[in-house]
């Protein structure tokens, strides 16, 4: 029983990884509907069976894109009177990375750093928040599905050996002690 248990508890993890796994690549093609479908699927799975618990993932790619679109958002005005900011940062830094990095932010961060803030607080670039793109899904201890009542029966039966185990080193005491005295 144990085995059975084992298995069908593996079975749910196996089943929350294929639907995280789904939301990693709706978060590579960047369709936010899918995205969000993906996630509710895994959220709906995780809170329905035992070991299905995800651990924290990031939606990176979508963060990736949030954060270009701020920057670009940023880099199109250029009411500053030190020019336009934004622009100079990127030019320091885009020859430097190739690619959307935590290298890269703070590089541009740093650029940015070097130049007094604007009056107007749109032309400071506002990265969206990391921890908005952290994802974590917490399953059940216990879940009426085929591992948990495997898990059922498979502690019951435990608890009936371990039962009749005792009874059997009792009764042996009994009957030591019954036949020492005669």
């Known amino acids: 029983m144990g085995f059975v248990s084992a298995t069908f508890l593996r079975l749910n993890n196996i089943g929350m ?5 789904a939301v990693l690549a709706a978060d590579k093609d960047g369709n936010i509907e ?19 618990e995800t651990g924290p993932f990031y939606l990176e790619q979508q963060y990736r894109r949030d954060a270009q679109e701020a920057v ?10 030190n020019g336009n900011i934004n ?3 990127e030019a320091v830094c885009r020859p430097q990375y190739t690619v959307w990095s935590t290298a ?16 107007d607080p749109t032309q400071n670039v506002e990265l969206p928040n990391p921890s908005l793109y952290r994802q974590n899904f917490i399953s059940p201890a216990w879940s009426p599905d085929f591992a948990g009542w495997s898990v059922v029966v498979c502690i019951v039966i435990t608890l009936m050996i371990i039962a009749r185990l005792v009874s059997l080193g009792i009764l042996r005491l009994l009957l030591k002690k019954h036949y020492r005295g005669i």
């Open 87 to 89: 622009a100079k940062a």
């Open 104 to 119: 890269y932010v703070q590089c541009f961060t740093d650029e940015l750093a070097k130049y007094p803030p604007s009056p």
């Open 34 to 52: 899918t995205i969000q479908s993906r996630l509710g699927e895994l959220q709906r799975y995780s809170a329905m069976h035992m070991n299905s």
């Open 17 to 21: 990884i294929q639907r995280r796994d």
């Open 72 to 81: 670009d958002a940023a880099s199109k005005s250029d009411n500053n009177p």
